[in-house]
């Protein structure tokens, strides 16, 4: 949730950290603050509110330094104001620590702290966490390094810390469980980030520090040990992420660069994986599992937020070709009740970031029970890909805007050629069958091309409805996910409230709220539900309801009885999700600038959901 960046090195730090606290910002943007050595010891500066808030205040500060580390943050424990920004101190002012995460056993010891004489300045479960590494130190008379080993052994909950020591200006510690830590590596110099994207135009070379290690980094020297005391070699890899990819390009916003790259990013994930002409899939990171897959009894799919509803997609894609049931579930749910889970099921976690704290757990569930657990993610080096047995990235590509648009569609397109592998596997598809199918989905990003054209009508429609304070999203099939997700892209950015639901179960309820101030979002393209939509849009249209229908391109029978149609091009209805979405996904964007909210960086939301 929140943005980590340290430096040490022969570099001005200032620079380095505050850029990357800006290129952080989407993991959390509640306040800011650096902490930074030099000649004259140690300056401290926090800011309530953004990292620019920060940048300002200090514009005449001492700011120089070689040695510094920055945090964003999202607030867990504690309104968001200059005392609970971080970094924190101990009793003594003598550590300094910046957190991503919770301490869940922060208040038992914190109690145990203050019955010892600590004061605490903030409500934060951080500070707790540093005033517990001094007294450790103070009482068993030890280093820095085994002091906050010990500590880190005796706390719960999940953290990604990197600590600075005023008696020893010339390191940083840095540890994690749970949330995500990468240490990247130059010649006498480390950085230190949440994720690659603040350090990527200084380096190639990163370690991804694992769950339970703690790292000691120096100018010119760093260890790596496990919590039990055991030093790790650990892994060197080459970044692939491109600095090009973290710039707007010209878009006013982040989110609407995503948008306009769903065909890159699509077809980016189909290379290599397809043979239109031959009607074969190639699924590299799943290939030694391909025999199981032939008689595999059932499937679960775990997700949060965007990737469940993707998820949904998954559902029908796999029951339709592969013919094996799949079970969709919220991943926050799943961990906290007992599912029945055997080893002849396989389990598909789907999360953006890969750092999902609620989907990590419920994999280790699964695991705990038998199940063999594949992967879809995006950010390679991520913890979910190391977790699980097997997977497939979807290399949509950094994605910056907290409202997930592109990790949607990538999402889909990999869940989609999954349900085609596994029917390849099973014979439940034609070779010919598959062949077409294959074709005509190599021809959606061209067809996503034409949808984006569409813009500048969305944006009118988006004027008629951006002052309503309600929406319904209705769909059937494939449809109802694309409902689903449309209702949430408005109801992040523009705060309207919004909800989807099946077509078919609007008169069970939401039909109540249909009235002229009412609009009604209607996935009504021609598929087999054809007939049945047009019913619901006449149903909502006798209330009086403004009505925006999806159609397919050059249907004209429900434009008479709508208010405003968008045209999507023709399609299998299985490619239906990954055309629809996109004139959602611009209207909620139009909406949410009309309503002058903060597209990128929507209220009390961040990007990687990476506490509980």
Not at 65 to 83: L, N, Q
Not at 369 to 393: E, L, W
């Amino acid at each position: 949730m929140c943005g980590i960046v340290g430096y040490i090195g022969f570099r001005e730090a200032w620079p380095i950290v505050i850029k990357g606290l800006k290129r952080l910002e989407y993991r959390g943007y509640d306040s800011a603050g650096i902490s930074i050595i030099n000649d004259n010891g140690f300056s401290i500066y926090k800011k309530a509110g953004k990292v620019a808030f920060l940048e300002d205040f200090t514009r005449n500060q001492d700011r120089s330094g070689r040695v510094a580390m920055g945090h964003t943050r999202w607030a867990t424990h504690g309104e968001p104001s200059d005392i609970n920004s971080h970094p924190h101190s101990s009793n003594d002012k003598r550590l300094y620590i910046i957190h991503n995460g919770i301490i869940e056993n922060y208040a038992t010891l914190k109690e145990e702290l203050l019955n010892r004489g600590h004061q605490f300045e903030s409500d934060t479960d951080t500070e707790v966490l540093i005033h517990l590494i001094e007294e450790i130190q103070g009482i068993e008379q030890i280093d820095l390094l085994e002091a906050v080993r010990l500590a880190l052994n005796t706390v719960i909950g999940a953290y990604a810390i990197v600590i600075m020591d005023r008696e020893n200006p010339d390191q940083l510690i840095a540890a994690r469980k749970g949330s995500p830590l990468v240490i990247g590596i130059g010649e006498g110099e480390y950085f230190i980030a949440s994720d690659a994207t603040p350090i990527v135009e200084y380096i190639k070379n990163v370690i991804y520090l694992k769950d339970n290690e703690i790292a000691l980094i120096k100018r010119d020297a760093l260890l790596v040990k496990r919590l039990d005391n055991v030093i790790q070699t650990p892994l060197v890899q080459e970044l692939e992420l491109k600095l090009e990819e973290l710039e707007k390009g010209g878009f006013d916003h982040f989110m609407l660069k995503e948008i306009y790259e769903q065909p890159r990013s699509i077809r980016d994930c189909m290379r290599g994986r397809i043979n239109a002409e031959e009607g074969k899939i190639e699924l590299g990171g799943i290939k030694e599992y391909a025999d199981k897959l032939k008689n595999i009894e059932r499937i679960i799919i775990i997700a949060c937020g965007t990737s469940w509803h993707a998820g949904l997609t998954g559902e029908y894609l796999i029951e339709e070709y592969a013919r094996i049931p799949v079970e969709v579930e919220y991943a926050s749910e799943f961990r906290y009740r007992n599912p029945i889970i055997t080893e002849k099921d396989i389990v598909i976690a789907i999360s953006q970031s890969g750092e999902t704290a609620d989907t990590m757990a419920a994999i280790e569930i699964a695991k705990e029970k038998g199940a063999t657990i594949f992967g879809i993610c995006n950010v390679v080096g991520s913890s979910i890909p190391r977790i699980t047995h097997a997977g497939v990235y979807t290399h949509a590509g950094p994605e910056i805007g907290v409202a997930s648009t592109k990790a949607f569609t990538a999402q889909v397109t990999v869940l989609t050629l999954l349900a085609f592998y596994i029917a390849q596997q099973k014979g439940t598809l034609t070779v010919s069958k598959l062949t077409s199918l294959l074709t005509e989905l190599d021809s959606i990003p061209d067809k996503i091309q034409t949808v984006l054209a569409t813009n500048n009508l969305i944006k009118n429609i988006a004027a008629k409805i951006k002052d309503s304070r309600n929406c319904l999203f209705l769909g059937r099939g494939s449809g109802f996910p694309v409902a689903l997700e449309g209702a949430l892209k408005l109801k992040e950015i523009s705060y309207i409230h919004a909800e989807g639901y099946p077509a078919a179960e609007m008169k069970h309820g939401p039909i109540a709220l249909i009235d002229k101030e009412m609009p009604v979002v209607v996935i009504a393209t021609k598929n087999s539900s054809y007939e049945k939509v047009i019913s619901n849009i006449q149903e909502v249209k006798a209330r009086k309801g403004i009505v925006i229908a999806i159609v397919t391109a050059g249907d004209k029978e429900i434009g008479k009885m709508v208010d405003y149609c968008i045209e999507i091009p023709d399609a299998d209805e299985a490619f239906l999700p990954l055309l629809a979405i996109i004139p959602l996904q611009l209207l909620a964007y139009h909406v949410a600038v009309m309503r002058g909210c903060n597209v990128d960086q929507p209220r009390n939301l961040a990007k990687s959901v990476t506490v509980e």
